[in-house]
């Protein structure tokens, strides 16, 4: 079992920064592939990043450049550097654990609220 809990979501203004955090629970964190996906209102849940266990990242299109993953096996956390936030970015964004050979996320924090405004 993984718990998550997500932080440092807010209100900014276009252009702003923002650093989100997922907190993991258990020992075997860094065995997990990690992911950060985001859902506006109206819309379905979309994949924005994730970070394997050895490290290696994916970013949907309309993000690369500007949001950069991260992970610290050693604090049990997985971060989402936010850069240059656009109004289209408001959007509840959630953090999910995927086990080593799993294809779906087994594991999902409670989200965190990001909004940004023109």
């Known amino acids: 079992q993984v718990q998550l809990v997500e932080s440092g979501g807010g209100l900014v203004q276009a252009g702003d920064s923002l650093r989100l955090s997922c907190a993991a629970s258990?020992?075997?964190?860094?065995?997990?592939?990690m992911g950060w996906f985001r859902q506006a209102p109206g819309k379905e849940r979309e994949l924005v990043a994730h970070i394997t266990s050895g490290g290696s990242t994916y970013y949907v299109d309309s993000v690369k450049g500007r949001l950069t993953i991260s992970r610290d096996n050693a604090k049990n956390t997985v971060y989402l550097q936010m850069n240059s936030l656009k109004p289209e970015d408001t959007a509840v964004y959630y953090c999910?654990?995927?086990?080593?050979?799993?294809?779906?996320?087994?594991?999902w924090g409670q989200g965190t609220q990001v909004t940004v405004s023109s």
């Open positions: 258990g020992r075997t964190f860094s065995r997990y592939h």
């Open positions: 999910a654990a995927r086990g080593p050979g799993k294809l779906i996320y087994d594991y």
